[in-house]
């Protein structure tokens, strides 16, 4: 999209995006186009870390599915960007925020809680583990909707400044 710079900073208990410099015309808008499209993008985050598809028992039984290496490579029981909901403190740490910082629109979703020390293992993998691309594929997923609520804020943007004119 002309004029709006996105960019995704993983360090894993973090995902920031910078907006263009804010203004009269242009801060509101965009910040509300910001606030829109991070609130979703967070939502499927949380939706991708809610769903019980096994057990701890039915873990446990299963060996290590999310192993590199050894008999359970291949058999993952469900899509890697899906996390097993377990005690649920995954689910409930997430939380993003958005707010004009620096003259910056600038928006973060983070963990908190006991999760945060376990966010970095299951993102970007370790040496026994698979990566799970829960904020790749929520990001992918979003997308287009978010690219949608940038549009409708330029043209809030255009009506307003040819308003002014």
Known sequence: MPGVKMEYKHNYAKVQATQLRTSKYVGPALLE?????????????????GRRYMSLKQMAQAGHPYSKRGSS????P?????????SGALYRGWAWWTRIQGGK???ALFVKGKARQYIKFL???????????ILDRSEKLTRPKRNRFYVRAYDRIRKRWNQVS
């Open 123 to 133: 993102v970007g993998g370790t040496s026994k583990m698979i990566r799970r691309p």
């Open 33 to 49: 186009a910001q606030k829109a499209g991070w609130q979703l993008f967070g939502k499927q985050v949380k939706r991708f870390s």
């Open 105 to 107: 629109i600038r928006s």
């Open 78 to 86: 469900a899509p890697p960007w899906i996390i097993n909901l377990q």
């Open 73 to 76: 490579v291949g058999r993952i």
